[in-house]
């Protein structure tokens, strides 16, 4: 036979209302909600140019041109192979960025406002199954990286565009994120540790 449910002690006014203050939070996972559908509208827009522009439409080349800021002495008649590789990381750079905002919504929601209840659905994420606020720290420091990776490489592929100056600071702040997760990493992995052998 089951032990009955123990019955829950109503707050006291003041600590109901510092509970209650989490969902203040609610308007900013609403509007990082908002700033998904602008992420989706612009990459449908760039992958529309993309497609028009494979056809032939030199407005859609000048549109891509302008907005990978792909500059060069020979003018662009048609889509070349570095075009190409630039619109396509442009596009991969919103999916990723796309991706560590689900995970703030989501992950965030979940840790620090109010339980989703998806155990048991056949969508839930897996990561979603473990998380709170160490481990959400850990994944998006990996996210932020790779996402610094895409631009960096987007920079070396149309280096000719950028100083030296810009070059080597954005290789130095790749190298400072890549630093700066290893650390998150470790720091976390020292608390787990030291948790584990306190039971």
Not at 72 to 84: M, P, S
Not at 117 to 139: I, R
């Amino acid at each position: 036979m089951s032990e009955p449910t123990p019955k829950l002690q109503p707050l006291r006014p003041i600590p109901r209302l510092i509970f209650a203050s989490r969902w203040l939070q609610l308007p900013l996972y609403l509007g990082l909600i908002a700033a998904q559908g602008v992420y989706v509208y612009h990459f449908l827009l760039e992958l529309l140019h993309l497609m028009q522009a494979a056809f032939g439409s030199q407005a859609a080349l000048a549109a891509l041109i302008e907005s990978i800021g792909y500059k060069t002495d020979v003018q662009i008649t048609h889509l070349n192979e570095t075009v190409i590789m630039l619109v396509l990381l442009a596009l991969i750079d919103v999916v990723m960025i796309s991706n560590l905002l689900i995970m703030v919504i989501v992950g965030g929601y979940e840790t620090f406002v109010s339980r989703i209840n998806l155990d048991g659905h056949p969508d839930q994420p897996e990561w979603l199954d473990h998380v709170n606020a160490s481990v959400l720290k850990v994944k998006l420091a990996m996210s932020i990286i790779g996402i610094s990776s895409i631009h960096l490489l987007k920079t070396f592929i149309n280096a000719d565009n950028y100083t030296d100056k810009v070059l080597i600071a954005q290789t130095v702040i790749h190298i400072t994120f890549l630093l700066s997760a290893i650390a998150i990493a470790y720091t976390d992995k020292l608390m787990t540790h030291t948790a584990d052998a306190s039971h």
